[in-house]
């Protein structure tokens, strides 16, 4: 069953990271790609390490164990690193909607890499079928054809590539059964994954001098380390600590929804029809999923628990309408 704390991580994660996409394609006019995404982890690094140290005690924050550190490696250099450097070097070559669409090809992919190294995330038929709506979607989307392959193709390659390190890195932190919390465990994998970028910024020939900073820059690069950075990782890791890898990642449905409407209303990126028909796909692909775990059931519920009138208030003479009786 999905708990009220489940959910709210799974919007958080998916607003937050569906701005992403916006602000990458406003900050990659100031910055170049790499140093970009380097930059947005080291503010997220030091963000979460200050949060950590004040909030948890030294036997939280070490690891332990050799499960602990490959969660740890898992997190910065896949999930984290390898990952968003792919997406912001893909996204120069694609609007953000486009971005978020191919993106969105994670929790199609995360059910491949489980299924091969997690015993407990199996796929029902269901489920399998949710999976190839949501991909009939994101190719309404995309609509591939052999002449957007060839012009500008590259960056959404580059885009699949992050899709495909981001599947696989969160099943591997799963894999990991690290110990550490999962908020612990972000902040120890941001500065390995801000160390990975730097190096492939430098290998690429990037410097600081390219960057121009403006107000809009700054607005971005706060926006990707701290909102879509560090907030963001602690209630998507916490998300993936409880759901699983596979239902985890299916935050990533909900984020073209909201890099579109971003990108339409901030950036004046257009809409086409068939991208409205594709989102639609992609949105009826994930009810089928996930109504394997939230049921109008579990709805109603959460409705009753909220609505529901403490029983020492009706003993000091209210009825069930929260009003005093006669």
């Excluded at 991580?9 to 790499?34: E, Q, R």
């Excluded at 339409?264 to 639609?280: D, K, N, P, R, T």
């Amino acid at each position: 069953m999905v708990s009220r704390r489940m959910l709210a991580f799974g919007v958080a994660a998916s607003v937050l990271f569906g701005g992403t996409f916006v602000a990458a394609k406003a900050g990659l006019a100031h910055f170049p790609p790499l140093l970009f995404v380097a930059l947005r982890f080291d503010i997220a690094a030091v963000v979460l390490l200050g949060y950590v140290v004040l909030t948890r005690s030294w036997s939280e924050l070490l690891p332990q164990t050799r499960g602990d550190l490959l969660g740890i490696l898992s997190t910065g250099l896949l999930a984290l690193g390898l990952t968003n450097a792919l997406l912001f070097v893909g996204q120069q070559d694609a609007t953000s909607a486009v971005g978020a669409i191919v993106f969105s090809l994670n929790p199609i992919l995360t059910p491949v890499f489980a299924a091969l190294l997690l015993s407990d995330e199996r796929l029902s038929a269901r489920g399998a079928t949710g999976l190839l709506v949501g991909l009939l979607g994101v190719g309404l989307v995309v609509n591939p054809d052999p002449a957007m392959l060839l012009g500008g193709g590259g960056g959404k390659l580059l885009l699949f590539g992050g899709a495909v390190s981001g599947a696989l890195g969160s099943v591997l932190v799963r894999w990991s059964d690290a110990g550490l919390e999962s908020t612990v465990r972000t902040a120890w994998g941001l500065p390995f994954a801000a160390a990975l970028c730097h190096a492939l910024s430098l290998s690429a020939g990037e410097s600081l001098a390219a960057v121009s900073w403006t107000a809009g820059a700054l607005l971005a690069l706060l926006y990707v380390g701290v909102f879509a950075g560090a907030i963001a990782y602690v209630a998507y890791f916490g998300l993936l600590d409880t759901a699983g890898a596979t239902h985890a990642n299916l935050v990533f449905y909900v984020v073209p929804v909201v890099s579109t409407l971003g990108g339409w209303a901030l950036l004046g990126e257009s809409i086409s029809e068939l991208a409205v028909v594709g989102f639609l796909t992609v949105f009826a692909g994930f009810a089928i999923l996930g109504s394997e775990s939230l049921s109008l059931a579990t709805v109603r519920s959460w409705v009753r628990e909220e609505t529901a009138v403490p029983t020492d208030r009706l003993a000091v003479g209210e009825d069930a309408t929260g009003f005093e009786s006669d």
